[in-house]
């Protein structure tokens, strides 16, 4: 086999272990992203707005979303440590899929990328 030959042989299964592992983390993307949404996410990551009431100490929980088509939504959690906690633990999971669904978006974009480079090749090796 000539060496160029060989080369080559060597750089495609290069991109077979890298097809592979961006394969698998896509996998891990997609069952991370369903299961934070089973659990609940915001559409919207909102803000965490405190006040206080009657000169108390502030521990009044509401959440100011994003404006969107010139409206402000507010969602009012209240005191309760329970529902405090499970709100802002909805806003990290919402987080998190934020950031999942840019990281499947910037693989899927690489993918598109190497796969329009694997058809040059392909056309350069047969001589397209």
């Known amino acids: 086999m000539h060496h160029q030959v060989e080369q080559f042989v060597e750089r495609i299964n290069e991109v077979r272990a890298g097809l592979v592992a961006v394969s698998t983390r896509l996998d891990e ?10 659990k609940g996410v915001f559409d919207e990551i909102p803000s965490e707005s405190w006040e206080t009431r ?13 404006t969107t088509q010139g409206a402000r939504r507010k969602m009012y959690v209240g005191a309760d ?10 806003i990290e ?8 669904l840019a990281e499947e978006k910037r ?19 047969l001589g397209s």
């Open 54 to 66: 009657n000169g108390g100490e502030t521990r009044y929980l509401r959440l100011v979303f994003p």
């Open 29 to 38: 993307i997609a069952d991370e992203i369903m299961q934070l949404q089973e």
């Open 107 to 125: 693989l899927c974009h690489r993918l598109e990328r190497a796969s329009y480079r694997l058809a040059d090749a392909n056309a350069a090796c």
């Open 81 to 90: 440590p329970g529902k405090i906690a499970e709100a802002q633990a909805k």
């Open 93 to 100: 999971r919402s987080r998190r899929n934020r950031e999942l």
